[in-house]
């Protein structure tokens, strides 16, 4: 008897991508939600794990709240957003209150490496920013969950680099796009782009964007440890530094630094 219900909690986590996806699948356990991952293919070709939060284990309890897309900020992805909570991150107490949550991945995040012909390890695959983030991601994201939940519009909540994307995709597709797809927008520690001296384009010129240049096109992508030593070999001092101390942190394309 206890085989079979080891065998039957082996099937389920392997149906929900527990093997896939441990970290989530862990911070799911801890909280006690059932859930399940759906790959989302974007307009440019990349593939991207999003999670959709089921409710509570063990509840019969229906979402009639609406659905919402919570975005992830910089160096970070939907896992480790949840894991910087004291306490239930807000993520699952939104699902007590009635709501049906999806937790996107952005791009170059180590669950949503996918792409339909480029392999993360290529250099092309690293060619973007928060604006195609904004473009593609998001849209994508919100196309799948409207066709998953009837058609209704969705709730979108950023989070820094997530806030950031939105303002760009509003600024591009507002009328095509987010006004017959999006219901509101909540903007969650929101990042613009600001007008800066000239001697600070010219110092990130000088540095970072040079970094393409001897062969580093991601950061905390799958050669980071090839490409951290690229960095600290040369630019020695404040950037190798700092990057050293971002290691294991989630992947981000230098364009989009």
Not at 143 to 167: A, E, L
Not at 237 to 256: I, R
Request: net charge negative; with cysteine.
């Amino acid at each position: 008897m206890m085989a079979d219900a080891a065998v039957a909690q082996q099937a389920y986590s392997e149906l929900n991508g527990a093997s896939e996806y441990p970290r989530f699948q862990a911070v799911m356990d801890q909280w006690g939600y059932d859930w399940e991952s759906h790959q989302v293919t974007t307009d440019d070709d990349y593939i991207l794990t999003t999670f959709h939060v089921l409710g509570k284990k063990g509840s019969s309890k229906k979402a009639t709240q609406g659905s919402v897309l919570i975005q992830h900020g910089d160096f970070e992805d939907g896992t480790s957003m949840m894991e910087q909570f004291d306490g239930a991150p807000f993520h699952l107490l939104l699902v007590d209150a009635g709501y049906d949550v999806w937790i996107g991945n952005n791009r170059g995040t180590q669950y949503s490496w996918g792409h339909k012909t480029l392999k993360a390890t290529d250099p092309l695959y690293w060619d973007w920013t928060w604006a195609q983030m904004g473009l593609y991601d998001d849209t994508a994201n919100i196309t799948k969950i409207r066709t998953q939940n009837g058609g209704d519009k969705v709730f979108y909540i950023g989070y820094s680099q997530g806030t950031v994307q939105m303002h760009y995709g509003l600024a591009h597709l507002e009328s095509s796009f987010h006004a017959d797809n999006v219901h509101k927008v909540v903007q969650l520690a929101p990042c613009f782009i600001p007008h800066v001296p000239n001697w600070t384009k010219s110092f990130a010129n000088k540095t970072i964007m040079q970094f393409q240049s001897v062969g580093v096109y991601s950061i905390n992508g799958p050669t980071w440890d090839k490409d951290l030593k690229t960095i600290c070999d040369n630019f020695p001092g404040v950037f190798c530094n700092y990057y050293t101390k971002n290691t294991g942190e989630q992947g981000q394309s230098v364009k989009s630094e």
